[in-house]
């Protein structure tokens, strides 16, 4: 990935502090969270079988930026993921906390 080792830690305390904001967001207003990240997290865009598209750009005027971004597997993954939980709640790979 053309990221700089301080951009990539940048990057990742980033993203752990919106999941952490998510997840207070969540209980404190007594909703219901399917975490994406816990189901995804082996399927990280280096994976094998990434749910994220890596580090590309399109045209901006055909849908602009993608890169880190879910592609349709992740998403097609999240949508089960919700539909389970709807179906039983318990399903959910870790309600929040």
């Known amino acids: 990935l053309p ?7 940048y990057f990742s305390d980033l993203a752990r502090r919106l999941q952490e904001a998510t997840k207070t967001a969540a209980r404190e207003s007594g ?7 816990v189901a995804s997290r ?9 749910w994220v598209f890596g580090f590309e750009f399109g045209d ?3 849908g602009g930026a993608k890169a880190f ?16 939980h ?4 318990g399903a959910s790979p870790q309600p929040c906390m």
């Open 3 to 9: 990221l700089l080792a301080e951009e990539a830690t």
């Open 60 to 62: 901006l005027l055909s």
């Open 86 to 89: 709807l179906a039983d709640p």
């Open 42 to 50: 082996d399927h990280h865009v280096c994976s094998s079988e990434p």
């Open 31 to 37: 909703a219901e969270l399917v975490e994406a990240s």
């Open 69 to 84: 971004h879910p592609n349709t597997r992740g998403m097609a993954a999240v949508a089960d993921l919700v539909a389970r």
